[in-house]
């Protein structure tokens, strides 16, 4: 069982992402389980005040560190965290070994930013790892906090059936998945590959493996040089 705590200024970003789908099997499976913490709850006056201006001047509003604090602390009582982790795209870039790495673990807290950024003392003092999604700049953290659950949700073992396993996923060996078909055999005259309706199992793997072989070569030449190696 996991158990993932986000802290985030928008709760209604991430709530439909997470809750279809796969991520709604794991989590009535009690495989996963999702909290949202809007972090305005812990945040100061009237207008539980989360952000202010940066020390320094420059346009743009900065996350504080004391709801941060607050929040995070509340959480602790009752859990021990294996990571807390800051979404932001100076971060190191996601893939699937990271994926799979937190996968493992039982409890993370995953922190978005928003604004122009989160006050540095955040990260020094709490924050125990960094990801992005990828070179290019979203609004906040929260849609790439979603694709960072996605990721995880769907490795957690008895999530996934046989049929959509992960071990068959794209990257998971350094491989790009092979093409896939389904009925009719034969549509406008565009045929199925005659070996996949050969029923001849052993044939069918080495065509998917020289598949995902081509397939890597041709469009991540970059993932071969690992391939083999374990
Ligand atoms: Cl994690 N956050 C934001 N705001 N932008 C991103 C990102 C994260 N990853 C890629 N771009």
């Given at each position: ?94 893939n699937q ?54 990721s ?14 992960a071990l068959f996923d794209s990257f998971q060996d350094d491989l790009l998945a092979p093409p896939v ?27 998917r493996?020289?598949k995902s072989?081509?397939r890597t070569?041709?469009r991540r030449?970059?993932l ?7």
């Amino acid at each position: 069982m996991l158990k993932i705590d986000i802290i985030t200024v928008l709760p209604e970003l991430l709530e439909s992402p997470l809750g279809h789908s796969i991520m709604k099997r794991a989590k009535e499976k009690g495989i996963l389980h999702i909290n949202l913490h809007d972090l305005r709850d812990y945040g100061k006056g009237k207008h539980r005040q989360v952000d202010d201006y940066q020390f320094g001047g420059g346009a743009g509003m900065v996350m504080q560190i004391e709801p941060v604090d607050n929040c995070i602390k509340s959480l602790k009582e009752n859990t021990k965290y294996d990571e807390i982790i800051y979404m932001t795209p100076d971060g190191q870039q996601l893939n699937q070994g990271i994926a799979n790495e937190l996968s493992l673990h039982e409890n993370l807290i995953i922190l978005c930013g928003h604004y122009k950024g989160i006050d540095e003392r955040i990260r020094e003092h709490f924050i125990t790892k960094e990801i992005s999604i990828g070179d290019y700049v979203l609004s906040g953290g929260e849609l790439a906090a979603a694709v960072l659950v996605d990721s995880i949700g769907r490795l957690l073992p008895g999530v996934l059936n046989d049929e959509t396993s992960a071990l068959f996923d794209s990257f998971q060996d350094d491989l790009l998945a092979p093409p896939v078909y389904s009925r009719p055999s034969n549509y406008n005259g565009w045929e199925v590959p005659p070996v996949l309706l050969s029923g001849n199992d052993k044939a069918i793997e080495d065509w998917r493996y020289q598949k995902s072989l081509e397939r890597t070569k041709t469009r991540r030449p970059d993932l071969l040089k690992n391939v083999g190696d374990e």
